[in-house]
């Protein structure tokens, strides 16, 4: 029980945010898990009982508390809906710390945050080496998606469609020096946009897995005046460390990347991903513990200069969207639709900028049904409920099929792997893009 007490100690450093829950539902309207499962312990109402429980020594389950709070998306969904204010994402992230730091991280956890994600040098070299065997754990590319299916048979990649690994990370695409710098190119020499300068933080997945995204946003940025630096050694924003209630991990890669900054002079940092967008500019400094008050000052600074690359483009830049050719002539208008990434509309309240990217690259943009639903990847919750991951995506695919696109674009490099598995399991010949990536081959054509 002396245990228990210490835990209960641990958990009231929530209350004053747990107490704000009136426990009214509304969350239950919004949240994709207790839509697929209509259990209560899946919605955020249910799940802030538990944490009051542990506070109030009523339940003696950590474990079960623990397994209840990993199973969920960490969409923001029930946050945003929620008429009393409870941020429910940042409460559940700091009870996910809490219960770790008091139960400790399991072996095989150790070792990837530890001793891997926590040192982007080494994450860098294994993903390598493991890019150079994924051929022999996964098939061919045969879809439009450009996914595989695995090989063998195996808990974590059976029925799943997988993205491979680039041939060349964006990181190896650059020059070796501790920084590359983009000139502004034949883009206007006066405006809003002329003399920023842009630091761009890269991301993990789109410099591993969708490099041509970095390569797509360094082109629209430089062509509309911004010159950009890219700091070589960038890692991982910290997030899937953060999800599994690693602290010190989280921490020693904020610290990594302040430090790589602090180097730099710019006006604003963008990133091509909705995750890190929301994670620098939200978690970084609410959830970095014991900031003393020169980093703390420098994690405010940090955070409100982020901003997510369709943001910065349309709100700072301001293009003459209205005043430019919109279609390419001969060519039909495509029709394209949007998802958008919970942590870019929830989060960020970032909506309407992505579709004026696409309406600009000539594209038609018709709606989706439930657009700003969750597409069910949620990070480590692909991964451990894989089964429910697949059903909430599965509603995703459909709402993208009916709208009778060829090309579905979201801000979201996460919510584009989720994609992709769903529409090539279905056998769907639509591609999954990046706004950025659709407005640069507008670009590339218009300047032919």
Not at 262 to 277: G, R
Not at 401 to 424: K, Y
Request: glycine fraction near 8%; hydrophobic fraction near 40%.
């Amino acid at each position: 029980m002396a245990g228990m007490n210490e835990l209960a100690i641990l958990i009231k450093e929530l209350e004053e945010q747990l107490v704000v829950c009136i426990r009214c539902g509304s969350c239950q309207s919004v949240c994709p898990l207790f839509d697929r499962t209509r259990q209560e312990a899946d919605v955020a109402r249910g799940k802030l009982v538990l944490l009051s429980g542990l506070m109030e020594n009523i339940f003696t389950d950590p474990d079960g508390v623990n397994q209840r709070l990993n199973k969920c998306l960490l969409c923001g969904s029930c946050a945003d809906n929620c008429p009393s204010g409870v941020n429910a994402l940042e409460i559940f992230i700091r009870a996910r710390v809490i219960l770790t730091e008091y139960k400790g991280l399991s072996p095989i956890k150790k070792i990837i945050f530890k001793k891997f994600l926590a040192n982007p040098g080494t994450f860098d070299t294994l993903i390598q080496w493991a890019g150079r065997f994924q051929h022999l754990f996964i098939k061919d590319q045969a879809n439009v998606q450009g996914t595989s299916c695995a090989r063998l048979v195996s808990p974590l990649l059976s029925n799943r469609h997988i993205l491979p690994m680039a041939e060349k990370p964006f990181h190896k695409t650059l020059t070796d020096t501790h920084r590359v710098d983009f000139a502004p190119g034949s883009g206007p020499v006066v405006g809003p946009a002329f003399g920023l300068k842009a630091l761009f933080f890269t991301g993990c997945i789109i410099d591993k897995v969708f490099p041509n995204v970095a390569h797509a946003g360094i082109k629209v940025l430089t062509h509309h005046g911004v010159s950009i630096t890219i700091p070589r050694g960038q890692g991982c924003c910290g997030i899937p460390a953060l999800a599994a209630g690693d602290r010190q991990t989280f921490t020693k890669l904020v610290d990594h990347h302040l430090e790589l900054f602090k180097k730099e002079k710019f006006d604003v940092l963008i990133t091509a991903c909705a995750t890190c967008t929301s994670t620098i500019k939200k978690l970084w400094p609410a959830i970095y513990k014991d900031a003393p008050s020169g980093i703390r000052e420098q994690l405010q600074s940090l955070s409100q200069k982020t901003m997510d690359i369709n943001q910065f483009l349309v709100d700072r830049v301001k293009p003459d969207f209205d005043g430019q050719l919109s279609v390419i002539p001969g060519k039909p208008r495509e029709i394209v639709t949007y998802h958008d990434p919970c942590h870019l509309k929830k989060s960020l309240g970032v909506a309407a900028q992505p579709r004026q990217i696409i309406r600009a690259a000539g594209k038609e943009l018709v709606e989706m049904q439930g657009a700003d639903k969750c597409c069910g990847m949620g990070g480590s919750f692909n991964i451990y409920h894989y089964d429910l991951s697949a059903s909430i995506g599965n509603l995703k695919q459909k709402n993208i099929s009916d709208t009778g696109c060829t090309t579905v674009s979201t801000g979201c490099p996460a919510c584009m792997m989720q994609i992709c598995d769903m529409l090539a399991k279905q056998n769907k010949n639509i591609r999954v893009c990046h706004p950025m990536e659709l407005y640069a081959g507008f670009i590339e054509e218009k300047t032919k």
